[in-house]
């Protein structure tokens, strides 16, 4: 088991008669500049395997506005590691496709699966109420409608747009287009809550593979990303999304359209200082074992597909049994 030792600008997991020392922010080689890393995984787990060892180790020491202090006024949480990262997924539904040591399990996927996918929790959106959420990621992109003050329900708002409608509009249409895209930042807004979206946009892109056949192809860009717990589960309804549309595309087109790769794209890409102590036994397994395969269930496991069945059978009753992160 790895201690966590803090010692200046520091971060050390001693471990017996080695120790692996994070980068200090203060690194001579590039002082003052956040590194931008790019990782590159055949699937989903081998991806986010390849992204938290990365950021360990080449991330740099940055503090938090949530790292908690003492009476004193002293930190007690160790400064966060961040980086800017891009991770390039070759097929998002390559199996193993579901890591079994992100901190959660199938129900959990499939939760949040459904809430980007299907909008089963946008009744939750009520900027106004402190129970509530101030926004979901499938309530910004099918029914858009930025307004001067999201605590105000009788301020006024634009008209509602379904920018997802228009992308496989504009997809069917014009395949070749680069502007399929949609967003959900609302600077009239969102820069005075206190939770705005850390997504902020899809880029969709059609290509014509050897076949002649259509290849959709997925960015997204966040300015702001939870590595250790939200980054797997963001992925894998984000390229859930992507199925859907290649779908609907296929449909409205009359012509086959793929699925093709994921980029994903995070201006910050961090992992709390007060995460450390829960991920260091996953870091453990990641550096020592390097065959992510080891770490990651297939999709049609039978205890993931009653796991996931069972959810569903569940949601169905009850949309809101479980309550998952907008972020």
């Not at 079994?100 to 959106?125: A, C, M, S, T």
Request: aromatic share 10%.
């Amino acid at each position: 088991m790895f201690g966590i030792v803090v010692h200046r600008d520091r971060l050390i997991f001693a471990a017996g008669a080695w120790a692996l020392t994070a980068r200090s922010d203060k690194s001579p080689d590039r002082p003052g500049q956040i590194p931008l890393l790019v990782v590159r995984g055949e699937n989903l787990p081998h991806a986010w395997d390849q992204a938290m060892v990365a950021l360990w180790e080449q991330g740099v020491n940055v503090r938090t506005e949530y790292d908690r202090r003492d009476a004193e006024g002293e930190f007690i949480d160790p400064p966060s590691r961040d980086c800017t990262m891009v991770i390039e997924v070759a097929d998002p539904f390559g199996e193993p496709r579901i890591h079994k040591n992100f901190p959660g399990g199938p129900e959990e996927l499939e939760v949040y699966r459904q809430e980007v996918v299907e909008g089963i929790h946008d009744h939750w959106v009520d900027p106004t109420d402190r129970d509530k959420w101030t926004y979901t990621y499938h309530q910004r992109l099918y029914t858009y409608s930025p307004t001067e003050d999201l605590d105000d329900p009788k301020a006024a708002r634009l008209r509602t747009i379904n920018q997802m409608e228009y992308i496989v509009n504009k997809a069917a249409a014009t395949h070749y287009s680069r502007r399929i895209q949609a967003i959900t930042w609302m600077p009239t807004a969102d820069p005075q809550t206190t939770d705005p979206p850390c997504l902020q946009r899809l880029w969709f892109r059609l290509l014509e593979d050897a076949e002649g056949e259509l290849v959709l192809n997925l960015n997204t860009h966040w300015r702001s990303r939870d590595a250790y717990k939200a980054w797997f589960m963001n992925a894998y309804a984000l390229t859930d999304l992507l199925a859907k549309v290649a779908r609907q595309i296929s449909e409205k087109a009359d012509r086959p359209v793929k699925v093709g790769r994921y980029v994903d794209i995070s201006d910050s890409f961090h992992l709390y200082g007060s995460y450390f102590a829960e991920f260091e036994p996953e870091l453990v397994k990641m550096r020592d074992n390097p065959d992510y395969r080891t770490r990651a269930w297939p999709s049609d496991h039978p205890a993931v597909a009653a796991m996931i069945e069972e959810t569903r059978s569940r949601l169905k009753e009850n949309p809101d049994y479980m309550r998952s992160s907008p972020a």
